[in-house]
């Protein structure tokens, strides 16, 4: 995240996690920042992500994001307004720039009172080493974290008029992902000048490309949100959709956003493999989407993956009850390489060798409705005993 020219990181753990393990962070553009965002569409929103919404919205720049771990804010009356506001408030003193300039996200616990002592000492500290070296970054990756085993990042270079452009993104997810822009955040910064309408509806395109086709356990979290920030510093003339560089940074901002997505999937709580649903030959894209998202959605596709079970018939059900109007009659599928259903009915296959493809980290399944031409792609992962236990005790 510190890779693009004026981007500084600073995290401490201010004792917000066990074993002080970095919870608390603050990334610093040198200059304002182009913003865009978009955020969960679950009614029931936490404190900080409407105040980061609204700040984006009002002039739609951004310098700082202050997020935490550890707790979400979320369900905390007119207290976790506060606190989100004083947050932000003590972020921008402590810069000497406007609050609404200022971003706030926490992700953790729901229903918990932030412990604004350890936050307020946390933010001071944060800023205090506030770097634009790679371990600052690296910091930054990993305070974001909750039940995560392992920092998402992702980043890129390109060139754009004669400059070279960096592209990069972090984001934090493994349980509570379904998506409808999981518990997710991601944050996206780039040193290239975009204008701020192009931004935005680029965010807000790729987001549905991306974070949307992924899925864990079905549930959409209260915190979810993705934003954006390009300061500029690169030099190039503005992108917007008719820069002739436009295809090219709109295809490394694709590709960083689904990275970012396929990583959080495939650290699914308690998983043991990323599960990648192409689903082909649809009407529309919309329509193949939907399918290829009822059929990483199902508990009962992702438990006999996990059970290296080529139940095919699973499948097939889920695509049925997507809602989308396909022809059962026509549908084929394949695990990898391997056939297992055509036209809607089972065909002989080798049992033993699905069941192997079925034990590799990374598995397909290809559908072709074989009804238009629309194609999509949908991450996930497999459910597994462990998800249950990490759940099971999530507060205690």
């Known amino acids: 995240m510190t890779t693009p020219q004026g981007f500084r990181a600073g995290s401490v753990g201010a004792g917000l996690r066990k074993k002080n393990r970095k919870a608390l ?34 002039g739609r720049r951004m310098q700082a994001v202050v997020a935490n771990s550890g707790n979400a804010n979320a369900c905390t009356g007119k207290q976790g307004d506060a606190d ?28 918990i009172n932030l412990p604004m002592d350890l936050v307020t000492k946390g933010i001071d500290g944060a800023l205090k080493k506030l770097a634009p070296s790679p371990e600052a970054g690296e910091a930054f990756g990993q305070a974001i974290l909750t039940t995560d085993t392992i920092k998402k990042d992702a980043c890129v270079s390109l060139q754009v008029d004669g400059r070279t452009v960096i592209l990069a993104g972090a984001a934090k997810g493994s349980g ?10 991601g944050f996206l910064c780039t040193d290239a000048a975009v204008t701020d309408g192009a931004l935005q509806r680029l965010l807000r395109d790729t987001t549905e490309r991306s974070f949307n086709r ?6 959409t979290s209260t915190n979810d949100c993705v934003i954006a ?11 917007d959709e008719q820069h002739p560089a436009w295809p090219d940074f709109a295809a490394a901002f694709t590709y960083v956003c689904q990275s970012l997505a396929k990583q959080i999937a495939r650290d699914g709580e308690g998983a043991t493999k990323l599960i ?9 894209e919309t329509e193949a989407a939907q399918v290829a998202k009822a059929i990483i959605g199902s508990s009962l596709v992702k438990s006999a993956i996990f059970g290296t079970d080529a139940n095919w018939g699973r499948i097939l059900a889920a695509a049925g009850y997507s809602g989308v109007p396909i022809d059962p009659d026509t549908v084929d599928i394949f695990l990898g390489e391997i056939q297992v259903g055509e036209d809607g009915m089972g065909i002989p296959f080798d049992e033993a060798a699905a069941q192997a493809y079925l ?38």
Not at 91 to 107: D, F, H, N, R
Not at 176 to 185: C, E, Y
Not at 214 to 219: S, Y
């Open 25 to 58: 962070t603050v990334l610093v553009s040198d200059v304002p920042a182009t913003a865009a965002g978009v955020y969960t569409t679950n009614r029931v929103q936490a404190a900080p992500l409407k105040l980061t919404e609204r700040s984006i919205k009002a």
């Open 176 to 185: 509570m992902i379904h998506p409808n822009m999981a518990t997710m955040m």
């Open 214 to 219: 992924i899925t864990v356990d079905g549930d």
């Open 276 to 284: 990648e649903v192409h689903v082909s030959q649809a009407v529309t």
């Open 84 to 111: 989100a506001l004083a947050m932000q408030h003590q972020v921008a003193e402590l810069l000497k720039i406007s609050p609404e300039l200022v971003g706030v996200c926490s992700t953790g616990v729901i229903g």
């Open 359 to 396: 034990e590799k980290d990374f598995v397909e399944i290809h559908v072709h409705l074989k009804q238009g031409e629309a194609s999509a792609t949908a991450w996930g992962c497999d459910l597994t005993y462990d998800y249950v236990r990490i759940n099971a005790r999530y507060r205690t």
């Open 229 to 239: 920030m390009a300061n500029g510093l690169a030099g190039n003339n503005p992108l």
